[in-house]
Structures are given as C-alpha cells and as structure tokens.
C-alpha cells in the first residue's frame, strides 16, 4: 500500500537509528533526502541502495506535486533529512500536509531530534517547555524576544556557531544575567559538550572558546 514514511536519522552517532527505519529505508521506492551526498553516507553504513532524490527549502514547493502524485500512483517514498525528525526545523511539513489532504497515510517514526537528550540533559524543569527551534534572524528577534522574556516554561532554542554569541548576549539582556541556561552542542557526537550555569557564565565560557558545531539551548522559564 502507498504510503510516506517520515524517518528520522541519526544526528550524529550512525547507531542511532531503529532497526525498522533501516528497513523501512531499503524497501520503500524512492528516498527524498535533504542533502543526497549526506545521506549517501548513512546509506552506505547500512548498505542501502534506494534511489534518493533532493527534497530541501529550496525546492519544496517546486516539486510537492511531483511527489504527491507518485505516492497516489502506488509508490511507497519515505522522507528523511540531514540529521534528526524531518518537519523539526527542517523540510518536511509541507508535504505532510498535502499527504493529509489528499487522504494518503502517512507513518511518522520515532527517532533522533536534537532537543530531546538537550532538554534532558540539562538538569531544568521538563515537565513543562516550549520549542521556539531558531529565532528570526532580524525582522521580529526584539519583538520575540521581549515576548519570551515572560515565559515560565522552559525555553528550547536552536543556534548555529556563527550567531551562538549574539544570541547569548541577547538572552543574558532580555532574560537577565543570572537566569540558568543549559547549552549543548555536537550532541551524539565524538566532542558532545553540555555547559550549563547562568547566562552570564555560560556567554564568557564560550566567549573564551570558539564555539563549533551545532547548538541547542535550554533556558529556564521566569520565576
């Protein structure tokens, strides 16, 4: 039966991933891949020979009805991204939805995303948070900024390398200096690094250390 199978892939470590994934990935039709040459790596640590196509941001849109109507012919297709839960922060969401609405099934694994071990790891409250993945870049950050400024849940946060200071500086003047932060990068990975303290301690450490990799960052709620 024509399905699409939403597969999260490993975000670092190539174990992390389920057994049905890997099998679900050598019997479907066609694999859509963020990045075809990332994911030839996967692909060839499982000895996976499933024809891939580019699935990204950039062009989604463009080829939605293409791959719809494939999957409506009776092609099974599964969908994975770069590293971690397609849709989170992440392509995806768009073909989801017109999976939905054209009545076509839709199986969504559980698996590898980036927060999950960050949130836990990070020794804050987890019974109650809220996922914001990046922050506009500059049209809204004030504006939403200022608006999480109140928040009382835990705050989940996506960062590149490049903007990790800025960000943290930012915190530290909206949230205030001592509000406790966790930030974790390279998760799953050979030079993993949690940090944790408040904002002010947290901004000089890496501002004493050139910050590599991809960040996650855990800020407790307002008391």
């Known amino acids: 039966m024509s399905k699409l199978y939403i597969i999260p892939t490993p975000i670092g470590n190539l174990e992390d991933i389920t057994f049905r994934s890997i099998r679900v990935l050598k019997e479907v039709d066609v694999v859509l891949a963020e990045d075809t040459r990332t994911s030839k790596k996967l692909f060839s640590h499982y000895n996976i020979d499933t024809p891939l196509s580019s699935f990204h941001m950039h062009n989604e849109h463009r080829v939605l009805s293409k791959w719809i109507e494939r999957i409506k012919n009776g092609e099974t297709i599964a969908l994975i991204s770069d590293a971690g839960t397609p849709a989170i922060s992440d392509p995806g969401f768009l073909l989801v939805r017109a999976c939905v609405k054209e009545n076509i099934e839709v199986d969504c694994f559980p698996g590898a995303t980036a927060f999950v071990p960050a949130l836990v790891n990070s020794a804050l409250a987890c019974e109650k ?76 450490y890496f501002e004493n250390k050139k910050p590599k990799g991809e960040f996650v960052i855990i800020v407790d709620g307002k008391k």
């Open 129 to 204: 948070f809220i996922f914001e993945g990046f922050l506009p870049v500059r049209k809204g950050r004030q504006t939403r900024l200022m608006f999480l400024s109140e928040e009382e849940r835990t705050m989940i946060f996506y960062e590149s390398p490049h903007r990790i200071l800025k960000t943290l500086k930012q915190f530290s003047e909206y949230f205030g200096e001592d509000r406790k932060v966790s930030v974790s990068r390279e998760i799953s990975k050979m030079f993993e690094e949690t940090r944790r303290g408040n904002l002010i301690e947290v901004l000089q």
